[in-house]
T-cell receptor, first 111, second 115 residues
Framework: GQQLNQSPQSMFIQEGEDVSMNCTSS?????WLWYKQDPGEGPVLLIA?????ELTSNGRLTAQFGITRKDSFLNISASIPSDVGIYFC???????????FGTGTSLTVIP | GAVVSQHPSRVICKSGTSVKIECRSL??????MFWYRQFPKKSLMLMAT?????????EQGVEKDKFLINHASLTLSTLTVTSAHPEDSSFYIC???????????FGPGTRLLVL
């Protein structure tokens, strides 16, 4: 099925730096979700966004549902080593129950 | 809340045998569960959508006779890989949808190795 365009594909940052990644789609979405996946584990939900323009925080994580409903971003402030992993965005289309995944952003935090 | 379990976490089997993977929503009822397959360093690939009490909907290119899905209750869906071959070796992940907004919660995954 369709996949969302997620960027960047990978990031290598120093501990303490802020991180930003985003997801775009050519279609409108009703829901945007951000997940983190550690090696050998299932994705864990970080933040769920249900309204255009919504800005939601979860600790050091902040995500926004774009006003056009075609994009979303995730920011991580003051990164720490345990932030390492792959981050996926996901969206639920407005046409039904179609759920699409981003291609993932691999984050490496250098102590 | 919204915990999903999978069993087994990893399984090794001989070529030609069948393997069953269970997915359970532990603290909520899920009318819809999803089965994904993930290759190394790749995103999740949806295999099928499982609705309680009805037949699963398979994505294009996924053989329904090879990957049998049963969703017998609101908290349990099973995926059976029939006559497994080495190319079926992969990481299989299930998810369960909670609420009307369709948020999916994922299980921890099952690593299948077919020898």
């Amino acid at each position: 099925g369709q996949q969302l365009n997620q960027s960047p594909q990978s990031m290598f940052i120093q501990e303490g730096e802020d991180v930003s990644m985003n997801c775009t789609s050519s279609s409108i979405f009703n829901t945007w979700l951000w997940y983190k996946q550690d090696p050998g584990e299932g994705p864990v939900l970080l933040i769920a966004l249900y309204k255009a323009g919504e800005l939601t925080s979860n600790g050091r994580l902040t995500a926004q549902f774009g006003i056009t409903r075609k994009d979303s971003f995730l920011n991580i402030s003051a990164s720490i080593p345990s932030d390492v992993g792959i981050y996926f965005c996901a969206g639920l289309s407005n046409t039904g129950n179609q759920f699409y995944f981003g291609t993932g952003t691999s984050l490496t935090v250098i102590p | 809340g919204a915990v999903v379990s999978q069993h087994p976490s990893r399984v090794i089997c001989k070529s030609g045998t069948s393997v069953k993977i269970e997915c359970r929503s532990l603290d909520f009822q899920a009318t819809t569960m999803f089965w994904y397959r993930q290759f190394p360093k790749k995103s999740l690939m949806l295999m099928a959508t499982s609705n309680e009490g009805s037949k699963a909907t398979y994505e294009q290119g996924v053989e329904k006779d090879k990957f049998l899905i049963n969703h017998a209750s609101l908290t349990l869906s099973t995926l059976t890989v029939t006559s497994a071959h080495p190319e079926d070796s992969s990481f299989y992940i299930c998810s369960a949808a909670s609420g009307t907004q369709g948020t999916q919660y994922f299980g921890p995954g099952t690593r299948l190795l077919v020898l």
